[in-house]
């Protein structure tokens, strides 16, 4: 009976379930999103492979989580990695075809004179878009299309008060909520004369213009045919001018550039100077966090390490900092350190700008994380203190060790040893404490005036975040390949953390 | 009176000197969300006026809809927090009670990948979810949905892994007592393990839920509408800069934000700190 019931509740849900990303891969691949579909697809079967056959148990149990694990967090990296070899910046963000298209597009220019004619919008009798163009100061009239031009004798014409023609044979206006709901209009080009054509410049105003930029798909090169100067790939997502390799035409795409965001970190002074400064502060910051917090944390551990009273209402208080949610405690810290409106320049009496200065910013930096890491180690701390074996502390004391001693020589390398995994992790935690920064100081205090983005607290992910997603700038190359930086250093460390837990298990 | 002085009385002060300082900041807090005007500025320590105005104005102005913040929080912590374990926990049983080829390769796959900075993988999420929004609006950037999806993806390989340390610790007897018996592997999570973890199933949810209340980068980049926020979100953006104007409804809603968390964290304060250790550390 139970049995029965599991079935069929199983067949359900996986029937549901595959209607559902049926549906997604269908609507993914209607707007061309091949990969995401091709993902949901495979997906779908996979499910339905693994759960109606028995090829794999193992793939039953966690079929679901790696299915999210690709799609989040392998996908992602997968593309970070790929987008640090990359020119992937600010006006490098599209593929090659469309700055290309935009690039032929931005390569019209207006006539000598910068000509434009009042125009009525519309259809003509083939129901085409056309325009009815009023070139008053020559008394002319006429529509066109992308294709032809018929002019239109002035008596067969209706106006309107400014002398503006909005009414032709074979011409039907267009009323401006019609114009507003489809502006494909907008983007042809009506036949002028020779090279020139009008272009749409509103609804009522129509400009002439001619392409100077031609693109010959075969050699790949841009020519302007009015001063024959020429542009080529430069291969780095631009076209360059031949001849002038600074000169280059906007919008580029994203090219790949393989190594170079990498080789920039060492080689282009203006990247190297604030990487260094900012990775030996979040080298210092993450060291120093994990000590204070430690010894804070050991301290009262060993404090309260015995049956004192009030012991259970210290550890409730001591604990408050690390069970309150973060990213609260650290805007309440924020907050007291404004300068303006801080509870702590009012209880002192002063006026002190704490986050405008470097030193200061930094100091409060460490004593907030002080406040909101040592919680932690106190409780690792305590419950350590109690798995070393009394006997030995006993067994030194009766060896005539004076406290201190037993601290220094049993109690603490012992600890170090248990505690050194959780040392290490706390330390890449630190090291990528981006909450922290971005919400106490956001990196500050800056020095905007010299161009400079790195801040005096920045640490290393908070810099990147800002290079990828700065206001006026973004460099998404770049912050890959520090992205892929700090994954190297961060799993070396761990690493090396890991394989001393291993050692430690091996012992028992 | 001696002796006990010098057992005990430095135990007191260095306790209650760390006391002073964790709770200083909080009693400011408190003490500015009972103030009825916006600015931290505390004269003395003694509150001389109590108010509820900054409470009040938390869920009467159009400007702060809390009540709607915090229901997306519960909302939002908890999807991802039961949907995260119950996934989560078939993986581990998998890693930890299970033999197939290339499990080892497996679990250190999972532990390595999270030691990729997750902030900097946040411009490839986002592509991503720019992506599916073209053709899935309701799990594409910007919706709730799509961010319970990124959560749910994101917290795997951290769950996972502190899920397998629970499961681990579990006693394995009775799930081979099982297999003896001739039950399935699929059969034993469900009647043997499922009952027998419920109560490491639920810590572990619960610290999920702590933490997707307290992710606060992701969901500022996904939820941009005033209604569908967060409230670490919703509360960040509504101070801003401006402490001086914001500073006492800011505080009372951190305020009472906190209230459940610290209230779950409190009474789990055993389990947490067994499962922090967890994994890393034996004995």
Redesign the interface.
Known sequence: MRGKFALIAKIVFLGFTTAILALLTESAFAQKQYVIGGFILVAALALNIVYLTSISVPFKFFLPGILFFIAFVIAPIFFTVQMSGFKYQTGNYIDKATALEQVINLGAQPDAQGTTFDITVGRNSSNEFAILVSDIANNKYFVSTPTQRVDVPAASATFNEYGVAIKAPNFNAMSADALAANDAYSKIRYKYEGDYYIAIESQNAGGVFRQELTYSAKTGVLTNIFTGATYVDNHRGNFAKVGDPTVLLSPGWRAPIWFENYSRLVTDQKVRTPLIRVFLWTFFFALFSVLSTFALGLILAMSLNRPIRGRRIYRSILILPYAMPSVMSILIWAGMFDSDFGAVNSILHTNIHWLQNPSLARSIVLLVNLWLGFPYFYLICSGSLQAIPNELLEAAAIDGANPRQVFRKITLPLLLQILSPLLIASFAFNFNNFNLIYLLTGGGPTQTLNGEIAGATDILISYTYKIAFGTNFQDFGLASAISVIIFLIIASISMYGLRRSKVMESFG | MNKWMRE?L???S???A??L???F??Y??IL?SLKTSG?????SFIPHEVSLDNFRFLFHSPKTPYVLWFKNSLVIASTVALSSVF??A??A???SR?K?KGKKLGIRL????Q???A???????Y??ME??Y???PNIGLGSQGGLI??Y???S??VN?WLLKGFVDSIPVELDEAAKIDGA???QT??LIFLPLATPVLAVVCLLSF?GT??E??LARLFLVEMNGRTI?VG??QF?GGQ??SN?GP??AG?IL??IP??II??SL?RFI?NG??AG????
């Open positions: 005990n430095w135990r007191h260095i306790a209650i760390t006391c300082f964790s709770l900041p909080l400011l807090v500015s600015s931290l500025q505390v004269g996934i989560g078939a993986s049983f998998a890693f299970l197939f999972l532990l390595l990948v030691m990729f900075p902030v900097l993988a946040i411009s490839a999420v592509v991503i992506r599916v073209t053709f899935a999806l990124v749910l993806g994101g795997m390989g996972i399935s592997p699929v999570y469900w702590i209340f307290n606060f980068i670490a509360l960040q101070i402490y001086a500073w800011f505080a951190s934000a906190s968390i610290v964290f409190l304060q700190v922090l250790t890393s550390v034996k004995g």
